[in-house]
């Protein structure tokens, strides 16, 4: 997977502190870009690594400072409240909704304020397809149904300043991220190594997934590639029902699980959120696979694998 380019890029990133972030943010030095962090708090100046630089937004305040985007060539937009940090009170999926659209909007009227505006690749979900049983799902299915499907449709639309004034813009709708220190897998590891961490509900819900390492890499593909504009499937080409998730990270453990938690306990534990990790999405990456390119983590195996093995190091 080669770059389109043989110049370093300016690369602002926000949300560059939490889980996908940081990651992208480390691959891009490691290859020799230099990141702009857009940070909340007062910048820091001593103390980054080398190639970091910080620069001030206030997304709740839809104020980012006026040079905060010089030199950008790209700016990666990932802050957001996060889906699985708490329960679903009515408060908190507001907070979901109001950080995305909030951040989103003051961005992109960022890069449409710019002489020349950067390249766009800017978050959003798998859950914009809503829970679908089977139906395979690309980038050119419709809207479905939910909170989080309403949620990822404004987010979305909350991008037009930037293409109406010209900007290329990615909408990088992500799967279910593999990754042992935060997401889905942060909770269910703990529980696996004990035996404890079988199906969810029925386990037929077909979860797209991706490995942080295969996600960090998908970005950057994105980012080399302003041709590649409109919604975009973060996910490997393999979705599997959850039962084949979690029996194949057991295996790999050697703990297997296969005691399912009741829909209803899940229900009774996280609220309205259970509904949607009960939900099926088998989404495939038509763009990214027409596109060329091509997995390190393509099947499950490869994945849970990659993923014990991080674990090991972290433990180690």
């Known amino acids: 997977m080669s770059s389109s380019s043989d110049s370093p890029r300016l690369v602002a990133v926000t949300g560059s502190s939490g889980m996908i972030g940081s990651a992208l943010s480390a691959r ?111 980038e050119e299915s419709g809207l479905g149904e939910g909170f989080l499907a309403e949620v990822c449709r404004d987010w979305e639309a909350a991008t037009w300043r930037a293409r109406q004034a010209g900007a290329s813009v990615a909408l990088a709708r992500t799967g279910i991220v593999l990754w042992p220190g935060g997401g889905a897998m942060a909770r269910m590891l703990p529980l696996a190594k004990f035996g404890l961490a079988g199906p969810l509900g029925s386990g037929k819900q077909y979860w797209a997934w991706i490995t942080l390492h295969d996600l960090v890499r998908a970005l950057i593909f994105l980012i080399d590639r302003p041709g590649i504009t409109g919604p975009v499937n973060l996910a490997a080409p393999t979705p599997q029902p959850q039962a084949d998730v979690v029996k194949a990270l057991g295996e790999q453990l050697k703990r297997p699980a296969v005691i399912p938690a009741p829909t209803i306990a899940l229900r009774v534990a996280l609220g309205e959120m259970a509904g949607d990790i009960l939900g099926s999405q088998r989404a495939l990456p038509i763009v990214l696979t027409e596109a060329g390119f091509s997995w390190d983590h393509e099947d499950l195996d490869a994945a849970m694998a990659w993923l014990a093995a991080v674990e090991d190091q972290s433990q180690a």
């Open 28 to 138: 891009l030095r490691e290859r020799g870009d230099r990141v702009v962090h857009l940070v909340r708090r007062e910048p820091s100046v001593d103390g980054l690594p080398d190639g970091v630089e910080e620069r001030q937004w206030s997304p709740s305040e839809r104020h980012i400072d006026p040079h905060a985007l010089d030199g950008v060539d790209v700016v990666v937009h990932l802050a957001g409240a996060g889906i699985g940090d708490h329960r679903w009170t009515a408060s908190y999926k507001e907070e979901i909704r109001r950080s995305r659209i909030e951040g989103t909007e003051t961005i992109c009227a960022a890069v449409a304020e710019m002489p020349q505006p950067a390249r766009l690749v800017s978050g959003s979900a798998i859950g914009y397809y809503g829970s679908r049983g089977d139906d395979v799902l690309t």
